[in-house]
């Protein structure tokens, strides 16, 4: 999951940014292991103990309260990394050519399954886990990407698509709505409830279809 941390802004998570090579990795460990840990302990445990990440992290806990004040401080972090690489996806997405609108809507949510299909995403954005601070930086975050899935939905069709600015929202809405539902049900039912979801979405778009 954690790909880098150099340059996705954690200022408001940590008491101070790591500056040094060690001090990233240390950093880096740090969430790696909050990261595994959060799906078997649980938000609630976390919060009240972050000792289990201090352990599984390798480093000392004076290390750790150097850079964290606490384990939410910890969660928020990983929040914010979660939402940037999600933006990061989808805008390696608009830069590609698909070979219609309708391929288009299969890899945005392909690409959205993939963020709910981790056990982090699930316990944080599911279970409504995001401090304050993440949420905000969330909506900022899905803002940016609900208009690059809309322009490249509209660019994939030749701009025959054109969306008015509710119809904008109800899709991007439809999209997040049911996909944060698909993932609250069992595994085995989700790859129906998925292409369900697309032909959804594409019903919807193709009402906008010369308008």
Do not use: C
Not at 118 to 136: C, F, G, I, S, Y
Not at 150 to 170: M, N, Q, T, Y
């Amino acid at each position: 999951m954690i790909k880098t941390i150099s340059q996705i802004d954690l200022s408001s998570a940590l008491r101070r940014l790591p500056t040094q090579q060690r001090s990233r990795e240390k950093v880096r460990s740090i969430l790696e292991a909050a990261d595994r840990l959060l799906p078997e302990y649980g938000y609630e445990a976390i919060v009240q103990s972050p000792w289990p990440i201090v352990d599984a992290s390798g480093v000392t806990a004076g290390v750790f309260y150097n850079y964290f004040e606490n384990g939410e401080a910890v969660l928020e972090a990983l929040s914010l990394m979660y939402a940037e690489q999600t933006r990061a996806a989808i805008d390696e997405l608009a830069a590609e050519n698909f070979q219609s609108w309708e391929v288009a809507i299969d890899a945005v949510n392909d690409r959205f399954a993939e963020f709910y299909s981790q056990p982090t995403v699930r316990e944080l954005w599911l279970n409504n886990r995001l401090t304050q601070t993440a949420k905000l930086a969330g909506n900022e975050a899905n803002s940016h990407i609900h208009q690059t899935v809309i322009d490249l939905i509209e660019r994939s069709s030749g701009h025959d698509i054109k969306f008015s600015p509710s119809g904008a929202v109800i899709l991007a809405n439809l999209g997040d709505k049911l996909l944060r539902f698909i993932f609250e049900q069992p595994e085995d039912q989700r790859p129906e409830l998925m292409d369900e979801l697309k032909n959804a979405m594409k019903s919807y778009a193709a009402t906008f279809i010369g308008r």
